[in-house]
Structures are given as structure tokens and as C-alpha cells.
């Protein structure tokens, strides 16, 4: 049978470690980040990898920093056919990659050159992108810089966001997986080096990132909020509070007036203006310190507030 370490931690990398048990490699053993306190109540919580893990005896290995530490030279010691890390979170020492008997492979959510680092699919959402896909490449020093063994797309749907997205690309990615370890085993494969001239990179999103531009089309702030939708949300400053976005619709329609002021409001609608003078409906939101609610509920307790012309968006 041939072996493999399995590196990977979030609910993307949980249906491609299952595929490789269920098909019947040799999971020798997993590394994930340690448990993490999660919720209000911080309760320390198993990684979807480790979960997938322990339900089949696998050893698992939890190092804060996998450089030097005690879990590497586990690995090193299990001398593995491949090391297939998918969504690890973590920079593999050249020694730890040098471990693996064939290869140490890595299966990336973009189209490398594409959106290197990580979070790739949250850049092809925000970005607007029409399509994405998996790309399986040999593991390098250099993020997301080795050679490409096989790639595969997927088109964005403009009902996409990041969860569903996730859930698409993960088992994109465990088919695409299951198809090249063969090819891998027997040699038959055609690595394409990565085009420099084409590089484009995700960084992680940060903090004052998620806070929506109204200056923006309204096309693109759909994007924007789909691309950070469910995590790590997105917010606007409305009537003077941090409100986070979860819903909206594009109208097709136009208004002459400067953007964040409410063109519309009824009962159950809020329109507000955009750049290039579009229309956002806004469907589902969450005040700061509030359960996430309807647009008919929100409206029904802002009584006189939100008048049609007013700025109530900051910018």
C-alpha cells in the first residue's frame, strides 16, 4: 500500500483525508493545528481533520509550529511514500518535504498561478472571477510555487459565496486527488512550471478588509460580501453602527443620487445607492451586539429612522 502523512486542518481538507482512507492508502498519520477554543463559551474544539482522524485510528500529530518540532521528526521517521497537505496552514521545512519517498503535493483552492497564499477562495468571490478551480503541485520552499501536476476548474455562480464555494472546491479537490496519486505512483505524469509573469497572491484578509467601500458598483459589493460570507463577514458603519451584511440583491436600476443614501424605503425593503449610481437591496443584516435578522424585522424597529435621501452609510 502506499503511504502517505496527511497535512491539513478545516473542513475543506476533511472530505479529501476521508477520500484517501476510504480508497484505501496508508494514512500513516495526520497533522492538524491543535484544538482551538471556539463560541462564546471557548470550548477547545478538534480540528474537522483531527475529527476524521481519531474516527479511524489514525495517529495524530498537533504541533503549534511544525518547524524543529517534535511532530517533524515523526514524520521524517515515518519516511512516507508522499506528504499531501491540503489547506495546512503552515510554511513545510525543506527537510520535512525531502521526508516523502515520491512527493510531497499540496492541493491548492485556486488556478496556480492564481491567487498563491491563503485565501484564495475568497479573492475569486470578491473579485468577482467567473471561475476557480483546484490545482495539485509539487510542494516547494516557495509558496505555492512548485510545479503543477494537474488542475482542474469550476465556474463561480453569482449565488456562490466562500461556504459553498468551500464545499464545491474540497470535493474538486479529493476527486482531482484521487485521479493523480496513481499517475504519481506510476510516473506518468507532465508537471507545467508555474508562469512568474502570471502570479497573483491572497494574503489572509485582514481586520479593516472586511469593511465594505459603498464607493464601490453595486455588482462589486455583492461580491465583496458573498466573498467574505460566512467567514469573516463583512460590515458597513450604518446610522452610526457596525452592521454586518449578510444578504443583498443587485437591481438593475439606477439612481441619481451619491452613494450610502437610502433610495428606497417600504415595510419590508431597504435600497440604498452605490458608486456608479447602482441600487442595493439589502436583504439580511446584524446590527453590532445583535442576532443577524431580516430586513422587515431590522425595519421594524428603527421606527422614523432610514429616511429616503439620507447618508446612513459611512464612507
Known amino acids: 500500500m502506499t503511504s502517505i502523512v496527511f497535512m491539513g486542518t478545516p473542513e475543506f481538507s476533511a472530505p479529501i483525508l476521508e477520500a484517501l482512507i476510504q480508497n484505501h492508502y496508508d494514512v500513516k498519520a495526520v497533522v492538524t493545528q491543535p484544538d482551538r477554543p471556539v463560541g462564546r463559551k471557548h470550548v477547545l474544539t478538534a480540528s474537522p481533520v483531527k475529527k476524521v482522524a481519531v474516527a479511524h485510528n489514525i495517529e495524530v500529530l498537533q504541533p503549534e509550529k511544525i518547524g524543529g518540532s517534535d511532530e517533524m521528526a515523526r514524520v521524517i521517521e515515518i519516511a512516507p511514500d508522499f506528504i499531501v497537505t491540503a489547506a495546512f496552514g503552515q510554511f513545510l521545512p525543506t527537510?520535512?518535504?525531502?521526508?516523502?519517498?515520491?512527493?510531497?503535493?499540496?492541493?491548492?483552492?485556486?488556478?496556480?498561478?492564481?491567487?498563491?497564499?491563503?485565501?484564495?477562495?475568497?479573492?475569486?468571490?470578491?473579485?468577482?472571477?467567473?471561475?476557480?478551480?483546484?490545482?495539485?503541485?509539487y510542494m516547494i520552499k516557495k509558496m505555492d510555487a512548485g510545479d503543477i501536476i494537474s488542475q482542474r476548474e469550476i465556474p463561480i455562480e453569482k449565488t456562490d459565496d466562500v461556504g459553498?464555494?468551500?464545499?464545491?472546491?474540497?470535493?474538486?479537490?479529493?476527486?482531482?486527488?484521487?485521479?493523480?496519486?496513481?499517475?504519481?505512483?506510476?510516473?506518468?505524469?507532465?508537471?507545467?512550471?508555474?508562469?512568474?509573469?502570471?502570479?497573483?497572491?491572497?494574503?489572509?484578509i485582514k481586520p479593516d478588509e472586511e469593511e465594505v467601500d459603498f464607493n464601490m458598483s453595486a455588482e462589486m459589493i455583492d461580491a465583496k460580501i458573498r466573498g467574505l460570507r460566512?467567514?469573516?463577514?463583512?460590515?458597513?458603519?450604518?446610522?452610526?453602527?457596525?452592521?454586518?451584511?449578510?444578504?443583498?440583491?443587485?437591481?438593475?436600476?439606477?439612481?441619481?443620487?451619491?452613494?450610502?443614501?437610502?433610495?428606497?424605503?417600504?415595510?419590508?425593503?431597504?435600497?440604498?445607492?452605490?458608486?456608479?449610481?447602482?441600487?442595493?437591496?439589502?436583504?439580511?443584516?446584524?446590527?453590532?451586539?445583535?442576532?443577524?435578522?431580516?430586513?422587515?424585522?431590522?425595519?421594524?424597529?428603527?421606527?422614523?429612522?432610514?429616511?429616503?435621501?439620507?447618508?446612513?452609510?459611512?464612507?
Not at 121 to 132: E, I, R
Not at 164 to 175: A, N, T, V, Y
Not at 238 to 264: E, F, H, I, N, Q
Open 164 to 204: 459553498s464555494m468551500f464545499d464545491k472546491l474540497s470535493l474538486l479537490g479529493r476527486d482531482l486527488l484521487l485521479e493523480t496519486l496513481p499517475k504519481l505512483i506510476s510516473g506518468d505524469v507532465n508537471p507545467v512550471p508555474q508562469d512568474e509573469s502570471k502570479v497573483t497572491f491572497s494574503p489572509t
Open 230 to 315: 460566512p467567514f469573516p463577514t463583512s460590515y458597513i458603519i450604518l446610522s452610526g453602527t457596525r452592521t454586518k451584511l449578510w444578504d443583498v440583491t443587485v437591481l438593475p436600476d439606477k439612481t441619481a443620487l451619491t452613494p450610502g443614501k437610502v433610495v428606497l424605503r417600504e415595510k419590508h425593503r431597504l435600497v440604498l445607492s452605490t458608486g456608479d449610481h447602482g441600487m442595493l437591496q439589502i436583504n439580511a443584516l446584524q446590527p453590532a451586539g445583535k442576532p443577524k435578522q431580516s430586513i422587515t424585522d431590522f425595519l421594524n424597529g428603527t421606527e422614523d429612522a432610514l429616511t429616503e435621501g439620507e447618508q446612513v452609510v459611512k464612507l
Open 95 to 137: 527537510k520535512l518535504l525531502k521526508a516523502a519517498k515520491t512527493a510531497a503535493i499540496n492541493v491548492h483552492a485556486s488556478l496556480l498561478p492564481k491567487y498563491r497564499g491563503g485565501a484564495p477562495v475568497h479573492y475569486a468571490v470578491m473579485n468577482n472571477d467567473a471561475k476557480t478551480g483546484v490545482s495539485i503541485i
